[in-house]
């Protein structure tokens, strides 16, 4: 590789997923559970844990939200939770079918990894 070749990198990461788990969060003596991707970078070799995804409300703001396991009913999600965003942009219908398979992540102000499940344009 020739030096003047080298260019400018993105912050978009593709990752593969690798498992899933729960997160137990515990605030004001209540516990409450996000789903963690445990997702892996082939390029770097290094692990990430991912529970937040970047969505689009319903006014059209892209933001940051929790993967929270609060809105499940008998093995089923509410259709507009972050969750189910998550599982309409990478188009599968289970969590279960997001490992082995890529996604992508763009960090946060603190620069962790957050799932895009919406175009950040």
């Not at 969060?25 to 559970?33: A, E, H, R």
């Not at 396991?69 to 279960?96: H, Q, R």
Request: hydrophobic fraction near 35%.
């Amino acid at each position: 590789m020739k030096i003047y070749n080298i260019s400018k990198g993105d912050n978009k990461r593709k990752l593969l997923v690798k498992d899933i788990a729960e997160e137990h969060i515990v605030k004001n003596d209540q516990v409450s559970k996000k789903v963690k991707l445990i997702t892996y970078d082939e390029i770097t070799k290094q692990t990430f844990y991912i529970t937040d995804a970047w969505v689009q409300d319903s006014k059209g703001n892209i933001r940051i939200q929790g993967m929270w396991l609060s809105n499940i009913n008998e093995n089923e999600i509410i259709p507009t939770c972050t969750l189910a965003k998550v599982m309409d942009y990478y188009k599968v219908k289970t969590l279960g079918d997001l490992i082995n398979n890529y996604i992508y992540a763009y960090p946060d102000k603190n620069n962790y990894l957050v799932i895009l499940a919406c175009d950040l344009n």
